[in-house]
T-cell receptor, first 112, second 110 residues
Framework: EDQVTQSPEALRLQEGESSSLNCSYT??????LFWYRQDPGKGPEFLFT???AGEEKEKERLKATLTKKESFLHITAPKPEDSATYLC?????????????FGQGTRLTINP | SQTIHQWPATLVQPVGSPLSLECTVE??????LYWYRQAAGRGLQLLFY??????ISSEVPQNLSASRPQDRQFILSSKKLLLSDSGFYLC?????????FGPGTRLTVT
C-alpha cells in the first residue's frame, strides 16, 4: 500500500532560523512527489513537483529535494508569512488516473 | 488562466439531510477532476475522481456520491448526511502532473 509520512507534525521556529521538513514515502513506481502549502481554512497551494532522485527545486526561501525514499523541504531564513501547513503527496496508480496520496502535513509556525 | 470555484464556502446541515456541493473549472476543457475530504488534523483523503463526463471512480465506500453532468462541473452529493461526513471538502483539477485545488467547502453536520 502506498504511504506517505511527514515529520515533525508541528515545528516552531524563530524568524531567520532555518530548518527542514521531512516526507518519507513508500510507493510502487513513483511518478511524482508534490509539495503544497495550506493556510488555515483554504485549499492547498501547489509549490513543487519532483520526479527523480537527486532533483531539486527552489522558490524564494524554500528548496525541495528528493531521494529514493524521502523528500525534504528546506526553509532558509523563514519569515512569519511562511507560517502554514506543508503537505507532501506522491502520485500513485495507473497512468491517466494520477491519484495523489497525501501525508498528514507539518504545521510550521514562524515567530517574529 | 484557469480558475476553480467551489460553493458554498460553508454549510451547516442536520444529520439525515441531503447534500449537494458544486465545483466548476474555468479556462480548460475536459480536465481530470477530484473530490477530497480533509478531516480536522488529518491529511487529504481522495473520495472520487473523474476523467470525463459521466465517468466517476469511487475510492472509499461511503454514503457520498459524485456526478459530472458537464465537462467542467463536478458535484458531490449525499441523500442522508452522517455526523462523520463533517469536514473540509476540496475539489481539484489536473494540469500535466500537478493537481490544483479550489477554496474548499467547510461542512458541519449537527
Amino acid at each position: 500500500e502506498d504511504q506517505v509520512t511527514q515529520s515533525p507534525e508541528a515545528l516552531r521556529l524563530q524568524e531567520g532560523e532555518s530548518s527542514s521538513l521531512n516526507c518519507s514515502y513508500t510507493v510502487s513506481g513513483l511518478r511524482g512527489l508534490f509539495w503544497y502549502r495550506q493556510d488555515p481554512g483554504k485549499g492547498p497551494e501547489f509549490l513543487f513537483t519532483l520526479y527523480s532522485a537527486g532533483e531539486e527545486k527552489e522558490k524564494e526561501r524554500l528548496k525541495a529535494t528528493l531521494t529514493k525514499k524521502e523528500s525534504f523541504l528546506h526553509i532558509t531564513a523563514p519569515k512569519p508569512e511562511d507560517s502554514a501547513t506543508y503537505l507532501c503527496a506522491v502520485q500513485a496508480g495507473i497512468q491517466g488516473a494520477q491519484k495523489l496520496v497525501f501525508g498528514q502535513g507539518t504545521r510550521l509556525t514562524i515567530n517574529p | 488562466s484557469q480558475t476553480i470555484h467551489q460553493w458554498p464556502a460553508t454549510l451547516v446541515q442536520p444529520v439525515g439531510s441531503p447534500l449537494s456541493l458544486e465545483c466548476t473549472v474555468e479556462g480548460t476543457s475536459n480536465p481530470n477532476l477530484y473530490w477530497y475530504r480533509q478531516a480536522a488534523g488529518r491529511g487529504l483523503q481522495l473520495l472520487f475522481y473523474s476523467v470525463g463526463i459521466g465517468q466517476i471512480s469511487s475510492e472509499v465506500p461511503q454514503n457520498l456520491s459524485a456526478s459530472r453532468p458537464q465537462d467542467r462541473q463536478f458535484i458531490l452529493s449525499s441523500k442522508k448526511l452522517l455526523l462523520s461526513d463533517s469536514g473540509f471538502y476540496l475539489c481539484a483539477w489536473k494540469r500535466s502532473y500537478e493537481q490544483y485545488f479550489g477554496p474548499g467547502t467547510r461542512l458541519t453536520v449537527t
